[in-house]
């Protein structure tokens, strides 16, 4: 399911590194309007359940993903492309190789939130199979907005892709 515009870019995602951190911040700053600082990013990623990976194009990070381990679920805390590599397919890239940690068995679902008015990330999600389930009234500290809870769930999502294939 990769896309081809992300092999035509020679994107490699690994593991975030110390190094990686000015980059990441700086993606973070320019795409939200209340972005996490270096102290939240190091305080998530300290946590034995936390991960970060990055996507980097000839050495330079152009996006990254911060997402925990559960029990019975992944769930993405922070996710950016920069805004100079958004729309490449960087992003569906990322969440492909998040996806194909999904275990039927195991960890089955991916859960996370998005902001009511940011209508890109939510139609960005729901393209890959994501779908909302509810609305977390006053979810930001930093605003009263709401935040929609979308989830992947790995046997939903397969039978949508099966049903589109089928008709």
Same mark, same amino acid.
């Given at each position: 399911?990769?896309?081809?515009?992300?092999?035509?870019?020679?994107?490699?995602?690994?593991?975030?590194?110390?190094?990686?951190?000015?980059?990441?911040?700086?993606?973070?700053?320019?795409?939200?309007?209340?972005?996490?600082?270096?102290?939240?990013?190091?305080?998530?990623?300290?946590?034995?359940?936390?991960?970060?990976?990055?996507?980097?194009?000839?050495?330079?990070?152009?996006?990254?993903?911060?997402? *925990?381990?559960?029990?019975?679920?992944?769930?993405? +805390?922070?996710? @950016?492309?920069?805004?100079?590599? !958004? %729309? /490449?397919?960087?992003?569906?890239?990322?969440?492909?190789?998040?996806?194909?940690?999904?275990?039927?068995?195991?960890?089955?679902?991916?859960?996370?939130?998005?902001?009511?008015?940011?209508?890109?990330?939510?139609?960005?999600?729901?393209?890959?199979?994501?779908?909302?389930?509810?609305?977390?009234?006053?979810?930001?500290?930093?605003?009263? *907005?709401?935040?929609?809870?979308?989830?992947?769930? +790995?046997?939903? @999502?397969?039978?949508?892709?099966? !049903? %589109? /294939?089928?008709?």
């Amino acid at each position: 399911m990769t896309t081809a515009a992300s092999h035509g870019l020679g994107i490699h995602v690994r593991w975030m590194i110390r190094r990686d951190m000015p980059e990441v911040l700086g993606i973070e700053q320019e795409a939200f309007e209340f972005p996490w600082s270096e102290e939240d990013f190091t305080r998530c990623l300290r946590q034995r359940n936390c991960i970060g990976m990055v996507a980097e194009i000839a050495d330079s990070v152009v996006a990254f993903m911060i997402y *925990e381990l559960h029990r019975s679920r992944l769930h993405m +805390l922070n996710f @950016a492309v920069t805004r100079s590599h !958004r %729309r /490449l397919g960087i992003g569906t890239h990322m969440l492909e190789k998040l996806i194909g940690k999904l275990t039927p068995d195991r960890r089955g679902r991916i859960m996370l939130e998005v902001r009511e008015t940011n209508l890109a990330a939510q139609l960005f999600f729901r393209s890959l199979g994501f779908r909302a389930t509810s609305v977390l009234k006053d979810f930001y500290r930093d605003s009263t *907005e709401d935040a929609y809870l979308m989830q992947y769930v +790995l046997d939903e @999502a397969a039978d949508v892709v099966g !049903r %589109r /294939l089928a008709g």
